[in-house]
């Protein structure tokens, strides 16, 4: 064999080892769910800017980090022995509850222990958390896994509760409960009342913080009509503002029509001050 015929047998063996390699690596990033572009996730915490953005220090920076660190995110950089947020959010859960229960029990000093109860399930719900994530920007500092950020994540709304109430938790270890109820105070409490979270709060709610800003105001709710067989009942609400003011709603239960006569209230007395 020829100097010449052994070079071409060899070149062909190259390039046949070359293309298999290449399929071997095309498999292998199909498999393992990583892909030949470039990875646009967050991968490093730009806890600067965060601290900037929000106007908040962090004594222990590491919780703050793992306060927005993922569990999709620990599992994929295992060498680096980081911690997810899940017990940061399991802390910032109670934190929150707490700090919620105290600026209600306080600012709503008619409402008795049931409708407190209500007010507050409906501003720790997942999604006015998520609405709270939203408002301060959190969403672009988690740090996530490859599939997790593929599949949408950083705007899924469970996630960004969650990690909302890990940043509470950190906040709480770092600094403490009064410093976690000023940052609520601060940047969450003022939107529970504004349109963006009219689900949060109820007519009957907005209606009475309306009528109490002036002392001396009265606010009457009463039932003055029921209709319709018992599978199929009608309930008539009327709502007395000082006693001149009034407005009908009507519901299938009695509560649903003096919610919908505390709607129409609120409407009446919008119109009365244009």
């Known amino acids: 064999m020829t100097v010449l015929c052994i070079k071409l047998l060899l070149y062909k063996i190259l390039v046949v080892y070359i293309?298999?390699?290449?399929n071997y690596h095309d498999f292998k990033s199909r498999m393992c769910g990583t892909f030949p572009f470039s990875f646009k996730g967050v991968s490093k915490l730009d806890v600067k800017k965060f601290k900037k953005t929000l106007s908040i220090s962090f004594s222990n920076e590491e919780l703050l980090i793992q306060a927005f660190t993922h569990s999709s995110y620990v599992n994929e950089h295992q060498n680096r022995h980081l911690s997810d947020n899940e017990r940061l959010e399991f802390l910032g859960d109670a934190v929150l509850e707490l700090a919620v229960s105290d600026y209600l029990y306080k600012r709503h000093k008619q409402m008795s222990e049931g409708e407190?109860?209500?007010l507050r399930a409906n501003i720790v719900c997942e999604e006015s958390l998520y609405h709270f994530a939203e408002i301060l920007g959190l969403s672009e500092y988690i740090l996530l896994g490859r599939g997790e950020e593929r599949t949408g994540g950083r705007n899924r709304q469970a996630l960004l509760a969650d990690v909302f109430e890990a940043f509470l938790g950190a906040l709480y270890l770092d600094q403490g409960m009064a410093v976690c109820q000023s940052f609520l105070e601060c940047h969450v409490?003022?939107?529970i009342t504004s349109d963006a979270f009219s689900h949060v709060m109820d007519y009957k709610t907005k209606l009475q913080e309306l009528i109490q800003k002036e002392k001396g105001n009265?606010?009457?709710?009463k039932i003055v009509e029921e209709k319709g067989p018992s599978h199929a009942k009608e309930f008539s609400a009327q709502v007395t503002v000082n006693n001149k003011i009034n407005a009908i709603g009507i519901g299938?239960?009695?509560?649903?029509?003096?919610?919908f006569a505390a709607k129409k209230m609120l409407e009446q007395l919008k119109r009365n001050h244009k």
């Open 19 to 22: 293309r298999e390699l290449c």
């Open 218 to 221: 009265t606010l009457k709710y």
């Open 116 to 118: 407190l109860t209500k």
């Open 189 to 191: 409490f003022p939107h």
């Open 252 to 259: 299938r239960s009695k509560k649903e029509a003096e919610q």
